[in-house]
């Protein structure tokens, strides 16, 4: 979510801290902070915005210390301030905590502290263990043994998330201590000293020989030498590895452009989106801001948002009337603002926009709210303006996106709504808790099941090869393979420029059927679901008039051979969940055409990243 940097050795730290952020700051971030050991002690300075504002106050400064810790943060808990930015303290001040990830336990930990008298100035979760790392340091201290190494060890035992940590500590002058689990650090020693980072571009200039720490890792940073350690403590020789990368290269995380990096990180997302969502059983969603009595209340459901956004809105309104069977529509804002929907205090308008400031989507939150509807964000921007006018929102945790077609962000968005499908189906006693449990686990394992894909390539380039040269082409399915259809002809036709249509497979002998000649590609959602048999009939109407047929089909499914020309497998799930996966396919098929086109999948011509204008 989030950059870490940090840096012990013979040099002034400040330079090197505020170089290393803004080599980072192209992931987009909303707040930076950096503590430096300075003298005796430790000084932070913080501020919102961008790491230039950082840098102009440092400047002030001037700080000689040669040992420091940097952050900049992409906010997931509280909103982008000067009290949330890194790093934290302890309430004596003398440890200072950068952290990325999310620690879910984070308030009960909390409550726990202040009960035993700590004091905490921010709203994140990370502060947390700033103060569980000053106990656990009093206590070893008190024992004649104080350790940072041991007390960071303590205080992530007791933790329950995803982090990658570094620490620095007032008694051990010269130390970084860093950490990790779910979330990337890098370690590496340089002819003045040792750098750390979360990301391999922040410390290129200073070494090409890093150390990627795996989970449960620990790694001392001395200005002379690094030692790691296990789990349990013991020391470890570590891995080390060369990297040739550019900085271009570098920042895309050794992946040719973004939109291919962005693709691989949705295991991730998934993972992130539902981490801390499940407690003691029953899903929770505490954004939501409604009482289970309001929620009760529901009977009708708007998903309003544009492109992409709207292709997440179809697969939500399957679920949310699939399980809580509350009537849902499902409508682009542009349309929903301009006429006059049916709108009454039981109705529920959900807002999808990655952005958070889309303007037909804030037009039309805006215009519901007027006509008595609570409405509720799902965005990837901590305090953007759809979060700030919706009375509840969840934040999906795809962190920045930078190539314009959205991948991640879409599968943040479909994670959430179906969090949000299930949660209306919980509240209105339709999912009883068994049934919740085993959705949510089916739905945490479509994280592995997208890795999957992502590692098995082969079929899906060989597709790409076959269409590349086709002037238009047709995507079909039904179900959630319609819904998923619509998102896979918009990522084709806005990064290949190869016009693309999507229609529920049904449609076809109504109209589009007359499109069909020799070669004429026909991709179809043909996953195993309950509409399986129908969507193969569909498939030999468009064999017998000549189309080339690709085939998004479920493992196992051998049959689909005698039906399609290219096949696609992707891993079984419930009919529920296919549009996750389906859908992954579809991104890497459209960047491959996209590519044997010669277009630039990052920046495609004619759109931008964020639409606020109508
Ligand atoms: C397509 C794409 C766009 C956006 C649309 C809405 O890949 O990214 O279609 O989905 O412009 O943007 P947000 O979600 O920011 O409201």
């Known amino acids: ?199 391999i571009i922040a410390l290129i200039d200073a070494t090409r020989d890093v150390v990627v720490l795996a989970d449960g890792q620990f790694a001392k940073l001395r200005p002379e030498s690094i030692a790691y350690f296990d789990e349990a403590g013991r020391s470890i020789e570590p891995t080390v590895t060369h990297v040739d990368w550019d900085l271009d290269m570098a920042e895309k995380g050794g992946y040719p452009d973004f939109m291919l990096k962005e693709i691989h990180e949705q295991p991730r997302v998934i993972r992130d989106t539902l981490a801390g969502r499940l407690v003691n059983g029953a899903l929770t969603i505490d954004e939501l801001d409604m009482t289970p009595e309001e929620l009760d209340l529901i009977d009708r459901v708007y998903v309003i948002a544009c492109g992409t956004s709207y292709h997440a809105g179809l697969i939500a309104k399957n679920l949310i009337e699939g399980w809580a069977r509350i009537p849902t529509e499902v409508e682009v804002a542009s349309e929903f603002r301009y006429r006059n929907p049916i709108i009454t205090p039981s109705t529920l308008v959900v807002a999808v926009s990655q952005s958070g400031e889309t303007a037909d989507t804030l037009a039309a939150i805006r215009d519901a709210r007027v006509k008595g509807a609570k409405v509720f964000g799902i965005t990837n921007v901590v305090g953007s303006p759809v979060a700030r006018e919706s009375d509840g929102v969840i934040y999906t945790k795809a962190n920045k996106e930078i190539a314009v077609a959205s991948t991640k962000s879409f599968l943040g968005q479909v994670v959430s709504l179906t969090l949000l499908a299930m949660m209306l189906a919980q509240s209105q006693g ?145 009919d529920a969940f296919s549009a996750i996966t389906a859908s992954v396919p579809l991104q890497l098929f459209a960047r491959a055409i996209a590519l044997a086109r010669g277009c630039d999948v990052d920046q495609p011509r004619n759109l931008a990243k964020s639409v606020t204008v109508e």
């Open 430 to 574: 339709k999912l009883r808790t068994a049934e919740v449990k085993l959705l949510f686990r089916e739905l945490a394992d479509t994280a592995e099941q997208v890795e999957t894909i992502l590692s098995n390539e082969a079929a899906i380039e060989a597709a790409a090869e076959a269409c590349k040269d086709a002037t238009s082409a047709l995507f079909i399915g039904r179900g959630m393979g319609s819904a998923v259809s619509y998102e896979g002809a918009l990522k084709l036709k806005e990064i290949s420029y190869l016009h693309a249509e999507a229609y529920a497979a049904g449609e076809m002998k109504h109209g589009p059927i007359a499109l069909l000649e020799e070669g004429f590609p026909v991709i179809a959602i043909a996953t195993k679901s309950p509409v399986y048999d129908k969507v193969i009939s569909n498939l030999q109407e468009s064999r017998a008039r000549g189309a080339m047929i690709v085939a998004i089909a479920t493992e196992g499914d051998e049959d689909i051979c005698n039906h399609a020309d290219h096949v696609i497998h992707i891993p079984p799930v419930r």
């Open 1 to 199: 979510m989030c950059g870490i940097v940090g840096y012990t050795g013979s040099q002034a730290a400040q330079p090197i801290l505020v170089e290393g952020l803004t080599r980072l700051e192209y992931r987009g971030y909303d707040s930076a902070g950096v503590a430096i050991q300075n003298g005796d002690g430790i000084d932070v300075v913080h501020r919102k915005g961008k790491v230039a504002e950082l840098a102009h106050t440092l400047a002030h400064f001037d700080y000689e210390g040669t040992c420091g810790i940097g952050h900049t943060r992409w906010a997931t808990h509280g909103k982008p301030s000067e009290a949330n930015a890194h790093p934290h303290t302890s309430c004596a001040g003398d440890i200072a905590v950068v952290h990325n990830g999310i620690i879910e336990n984070f308030m009960e930990l909390r409550e726990e502290l202040e009960v035993r008298g700590h004091r905490f100035t921010s709203d994140t979760d990370t502060e947390v263990v700033a103060h569980l790392i000053e106990e656990a340091y009093r206590e070893r201290a008190a024992a004649g043994a104080p350790d940072l190494l041991g007390a960071v060890a303590d205080a992530t035992a007791r933790v329950v998330g995803a982090y990658g940590l570094a620490v620095i500590c007032a008694n051990e002058p010269g130390t970084i201590v860093v950490t990790r689990k779910d979330s990337p650090i890098v370690v590496g020693q340089g002819a003045h000293g040792g750098y750390v980072a979360s990301d």
